[in-house]
């Protein structure tokens, strides 16, 4: 069951409303699709992780915090 994540972000161009954004998480199906999203987040290198059946990517993290990038 896939979920609709463009009612969640606006798409008015206005980027300051994404400097919130602590972090999202991208939900996968198959190894396949985990795979292809692995590849794409390692090629912007991004910080994140991978959890069970999603990849958590953040925006921003708490001063002090260690993250490692995808």
């Given at each position: 069951?896939?979920?609709?994540?463009?009612?969640?972000?606006?798409?008015?161009?206005?980027?300051?409303?994404?400097?919130?954004?602590?972090?999202?998480?991208?939900?996968?199906?198959?190894?396949?699709?985990?795979n292809e999203?692995?590849?794409?987040?390692?090629?912007?290198?991004?910080?994140?992780?991978?959890?069970?059946?999603?990849?958590?990517?953040?925006?921003?993290?708490?001063?002090?915090?260690?993250?490692?990038?995808?």
């Amino acid at each position: 069951m896939g979920c609709k994540w463009f009612h969640h972000f606006k798409t008015d161009g206005n980027k300051e409303s994404y400097k919130t954004i602590e972090w999202l998480e991208i939900k996968f199906e198959s190894e396949e699709m985990k795979n292809e999203l692995l590849k794409t987040l390692k090629e912007i290198h991004v910080p994140g992780e991978v959890l069970g059946n999603s990849i958590k990517v953040y925006g921003y993290v708490k001063d002090g915090t260690f993250m490692d990038y995808i």
